[in-house]
């Protein structure tokens, strides 16, 4: 399984009624869910959305190994956060932020997990139709939306790829062993991607 995948979780077909759901709706929870509980910072109001979360990726009949599974770094992401906020007398707050930051991923899966990527663009691109009225055009914003989503697994995965050479070299602690071939593999790829977009004929104008 990739980094990306491990994090974000990919599109896993079940049949299940979480699966049948239209793509708006699944949009509409991940943002009923999200915006209200990281606004109020209220520690039950997480809990409730994370119960929300967990309850749907269950029902949606993926094994919870997958579904649930919260990599390493996320979990040392969430420990620093919380002995942070401990240190500084605020344990409450840093349980809170923790709780809604694994709600927002929980329910984010919700999305990637039983929605084909092809609808997650289709969806939006529907939603963007308002924007050609204005001169704007709703399929260069699909464009942007499906390249962004191509590109983020890549550049995850490819992060994971550099640190773990760098920790067979035992240069883990070295930054600039670190940032630089992903740096270099980020251009490398946004020109690959730049020159197949306008050998197509795209971003012409």
Not at 40 to 49: E, F, M, P, S, T
Not at 179 to 196: D, F, H, L, N, W
Request: hydrophobic content about 55%; overall charge positive; glycine content about 8%.
């Amino acid at each position: 399984m990739s980094a990306h995948d491990q994090l974000f979780g990919s599109y896993i077909p079940t049949g299940s009624w979480v699966h049948s759901l239209p793509v708006w709706s699944k949009y509409l929870l991940v943002f009923a869910g999200t915006i209200p509980s990281l606004l109020a910072r209220q520690w039950w109001l997480a809990l409730v959305v994370l119960a929300v979360a967990c309850a749907v990726l269950l029902a949606s009949r993926i094994p919870p190994r997958v579904s649930l599974r919260l990599g390493r770094g996320f979990l040392v992401l969430l420990a620093v956060l919380v002995g942070y906020q401990a240190i500084i007398g605020q344990l409450l707050v840093g349980v809170t932020l923790a709780t809604n930051l694994v709600a927002c991923l929980l329910l984010s899966r919700v999305l990637t997990m039983t929605t084909p990527a092809n609808d997650l663009v289709d969806a939006l691109v529907s939603a963007a139709r308002p924007l050609d009225r204005v001169g704007l055009s709703s399929e260069r914003f699909g464009l942007a939306v499906a390249l962004m989503l191509r590109s983020i697994p890549y550049l995850v995965d490819l992060f994971a790829d550099v640190r773990t050479a760098a920790r067979a070299r035992g240069l883990e602690r070295n930054w600039f062993a670190l940032v630089t071939p992903v740096i270099v593999g980020a251009v490398a790829y946004a020109q690959r991607t730049g020159e197949a977009l306008a050998a197509r004929g795209l971003g012409d104008d």
